[in-house]
């Protein structure tokens, strides 16, 4: 994965934050993580005090994405960026206990890039993080204007 891609992890549940952050490390990934513990303050994060995003214009970021937060649903999160034209390119993984069909296609649907049920095959999962770093060097990240 390329240097300057930063992970974004919303992750409310230490223990699966630990475990995610371990696999990624054991993956050979040495990029950035910003963890965060619940939705308003990745959001903040993600879109800024403006609301728009402005601020994250042309920046790489990977989103690692609950849907089970404390303070807000992952889907919502999920919409934003998708939705959004500023993060909108961001990969986003869902990494989630809910295995059901139905909130599986609403992610891909609202534009997930990969959905991962917990217990994580964190094979798997490195795999799917590795894959994604390949993405990262094969696309043009927009410069902001």
Known sequence: MTEHVTIIMIEDDEGHARLI???????????????????????NFLFGPDGTAAHNAGRA??????????????????????????????PVVVLTTTDDKVEIQ?????????????????????????????FFSVIQVPKAK
């Open 106 to 134: 609403r992610c891909y649907d609202l534009g997930a890039n990969v959905y991962v049920t917990k217990p994580v095959n964190y094979e798997n999962f490195a795999n799917a993080i590795r894959q994604l770093g390949l």
């Open 21 to 43: 952050e371990k696999n990624i490390r054991r993956a050979g990934v040495l990029n950035e993580i910003m963890p965060f513990t619940d939705g308003t303050s990745a959001v």
């Open 61 to 90: 970021l990977l989103v690692l994405l609950d849907l089970n937060l404390p303070d807000m649903t992952g889907v919502d999160i999920l919409r934003r960026i998708k939705e959004n034209e500023h993060l909108r390119l961001s």
